[in-house]
């Protein structure tokens, strides 16, 4: 792939800028000038003082653009090379890329009739009984079978398990043991009393995880960005794209550390930092054969696999023993499942939670909140639900603006901020402070105070994996960072959650977003950070929407007091 970039303007080298030299002949002119400088200076820095103690104290990021940007320059040039990973990165990016490589191996297939199907595989409970005691473990064991009823001697099929009693508003996911020859064991705890319905969905066939695998790594052309260059008063529109493959000139985004870059087709005689706005729409175009895109037509995505199956009853067989757990924190084990969902409420498995006091919750407290839309859904619940939190205005527009709301009388500090590129979005968003999320961490003090709250994944679905995986090792190296200088900081990583099962499968699926789900799982499980299972929480209550209804963002939130209260 062929990167032809712009040549970058070495701020080290100052040679490159010309002062012009003012030459006076008269010495009271020169005085004059020196006294007048005196005096700029004095007035300039009690402006900044003053102006520094006002944003101190909102402690708002403010972003001074720390994107470097390649730029025209009358100094002689010099070729950038591509952005690649930092060399120390690369062994852990192919140690992942590997093991899901081995978790979805090939899978072609010459006939739709060759693929799993749902109707004609077999499902069976391990040792029924008419009734179950609250607390049991229900089996049931699935052998796989084709369309033709042959069966399945390999697995690698996306399966989704959940059970639900919708009168008592109650749903737990299932735990799937794949056995990679066509069998499954699925595995429901029987959290609750009552009448409960068992549902194991065919999300996707292997063959169809096979496909989607391969056509997600094979291009990053799935989505065209459109950056607006401002020239005068004149607005100018170009492509742009994490990666071109194209002999045009172009302008590069870099993020000098990480080495993390984005990538814009240079318009004539407009200077590459004159980029100040972002739009983006979906392109027609599909790396799946024709045969393979019918695996993804809507009939054949989520098809239930326990239609004939009737609801169980589960009673209280015994006098309860309620386990005493302690309180759910920072470093809790996640498990499958991670919990279920009692009257609408949250129930993790391995903590308990408290309801907790919003105001009182967060008086005195910084909390930070970064990445996509799903994390700005918390922003809204916040001022929805606090009426003392008072919104700032930033003086931006749109939906993906930075977000500040405080609550002066409590010392409560709440913001929002978007991630930066890929950030997937119709309407136009501005790129003049977009920021590397791993750069947002480094420049922040942290103190026992301050909260982080990590999301991102929903716009990383339609690109290769290594583009996800880089940046979340990226982040993991900053939270590091930020946790030795400042171990009293609090870092929440709340996970991707699910969404619609039958749109755009190639681009946005759910698989995608599981694999990112294990990924994000598997970076961060040797650091000190809070987990927020957003994905089985989502699968538990049954929502199928990228942004979860208002009683899934509160229950999100109330773990997350439970971590800092």
């Known amino acids: 792939m062929t990167r032809n970039l712009e040549t970058s303007l070495d701020t080290s080298k100052l040679?490159?800028?010309?002062?012009?030299?003012?030459?006076?002949?008269?010495?009271?002119?020169?005085?004059?000038?020196?006294?007048?400088?005196?005096?700029?200076?004095?007035?300039?820095?009690?402006?900044?003082?003053?102006?520094?103690?006002?944003?101190?104290?909102?402690?708002?990021?403010?972003?001074?653009?720390?994107?470097?940007?390649?730029?025209?320059?009358?100094?002689?040039?010099?070729?950038?090379?591509?952005?690649?990973?930092?060399?120390?990165?690369?062994?852990?990016?192919?140690?992942?890329?590997?093991?899901?490589?081995?978790?979805?191996?090939?899978?072609?297939?010459?006939?739709?009739?060759?693929?799993?199907?749902?109707?004609?595989?077999?499902?069976?409970?391990?040792?029924?009984?008419?009734?179950?005691?609250?607390?049991?473990?229900?089996?049931?064991?699935?052998?796989?079978?084709?369309?033709?009823?042959?069966?399945?001697?390999?697995?690698?099929?996306?399966?989704?398990?959940?059970?639900?009693?919708?009168?008592?508003?109650?749903?737990?996911?299932?735990?799937?043991?794949?056995?990679?020859?066509?069998?499954?064991?699925?595995?429901?705890?029987?959290?609750?009393?009552?009448?409960?319905?068992?549902s194991v969905m065919l999300i996707h066939p292997s063959e169809g995880v096979s496909a989607l695998w391969r056509a997600r790594n094979q291009g990053y052309d799935r989505v065209i960005f459109t950056g607006q260059f401002l020239s005068g008063t004149t607005k100018v529109y170009s492509d742009c794209a994490l990666a071109f493959n194209s002999s045009a000139e172009l302008c590069q985004y870099l993020d000098a550390q990480d080495q993390e870059a984005f990538y814009c087709v240079k318009p004539p005689h407009i200077p590459c930092a004159a980029l100040t706005h972002m739009y983006s729409k979906n392109k027609d175009v599909s790396y799946l054969s024709k045969q393979e895109r019918s695996l993804f037509e809507r009939s054949n995505v989520g098809v239930e696999i326990l239609e004939k199956f009737k609801p169980i009853n589960v009673s209280k067989c015994k006098?309860?023993?309620?386990?005493?757990?302690?309180?759910?924190?920072?470093?809790?084990?996640?498990?499958?499942?991670?919990?279920?969902?009692?009257?609408?409420?949250?129930?993790?498995?391995?903590?308990?939670?408290?309801?907790?006091?919003m105001k009182d919750c967060l008086r005195g407290k910084f909390i930070y909140l970064i990445g996509d839309s799903t994390i700005r859904q918390w922003m809204e619940y916040f001022k929805s639900s606090i009426d003392t939190l008072k919104p700032v205005d930033l003086h931006e527009f749109g939906k993906l603006k930075h977000q500040l709301a405080v609550d002066l009388d409590r010392n409560i500090n709440i913001q929002w901020q978007k991630h930066s590129y890929p950030l997937i979005g119709s309407l136009v968003y501005s790129v003049k402070e977009m920021e590397n999320m791993a750069r947002v961490i480094d420049r922040t003090g942290g103190e026992k105070n301050t909260f982080i709250v990590i999301s991102l994944g929903q716009h990383f679905r339609p690109f290769p994996i290594n583009v996800f995986i880089r940046r979340a090792l990226n982040i993991h190296k900053a939270v590091q960072r930020l946790l030795l200088r400042s171990p009293d900081t609090v870092v929440i990583i709340k996970t991707e959650n699910t969404r619609e099962m039958h749109s755009d499968v190639e681009r946005f699926g759910n698989f995608h977003g599981y694999i990112q789900y294990l990924v994000i799982k598997d970076i961060f499980e040797d650091l000190h950070v809070g987990i927020i299972d957003a994905w089985d929480i989502t699968v538990a209550y049954?929502?199928?929407?990228?942004?979860?209804?208002?009683?899934?963002?509160?229950?999100e939130i109330n773990i997350f007091l439970n971590y800092i209260c």
């Open 319 to 357: 006098e309860e023993i309620v386990p005493v757990k302690e309180k759910c924190k920072p470093g809790t084990r996640l498990t499958i499942p991670s919990g279920h969902v009692w009257q609408n409420t949250w129930n993790p498995v391995s903590c308990s939670l408290a309801q907790v006091n």
């Open 15 to 198: 040679a490159c800028f010309r002062i012009p030299i003012m030459k006076t002949a008269v010495a009271s002119r020169r005085s004059l000038l020196v006294l007048s400088l005196i005096l700029a200076s004095l007035i300039t820095f009690t402006v900044f003082q003053n102006s520094t103690k006002i944003w101190t104290s909102f402690k708002f990021p403010i972003s001074l653009q720390l994107w470097n940007v390649t730029r025209e320059s009358s100094c002689p040039k010099a070729q950038l090379n591509p952005a690649v990973s930092p060399a120390n990165m690369e062994p852990r990016v192919k140690e992942i890329i590997g093991k899901l490589n081995q978790m979805i191996p090939p899978r072609p297939f010459t006939h739709m009739t060759t693929t799993t199907s749902a109707k004609h595989s077999r499902a069976v409970i391990l040792n029924p009984q008419d009734s179950y005691c609250k607390g049991d473990q229900l089996d049931i064991l699935l052998e796989m079978r084709d369309h033709l009823g042959h069966r399945k001697e390999y697995g690698g099929d996306f399966l989704r398990a959940r059970m639900s009693s919708p009168a008592l508003k109650a749903g737990a996911s299932g735990k799937v043991t794949d056995f990679n020859n066509g069998t499954y064991l699925v595995s429901f705890t029987l959290f609750w009393e009552g009448q409960v319905s068992l």
């Open 542 to 555: 049954g929502t199928n929407d990228v942004h979860p209804p208002q009683y899934v963002v509160g229950n």
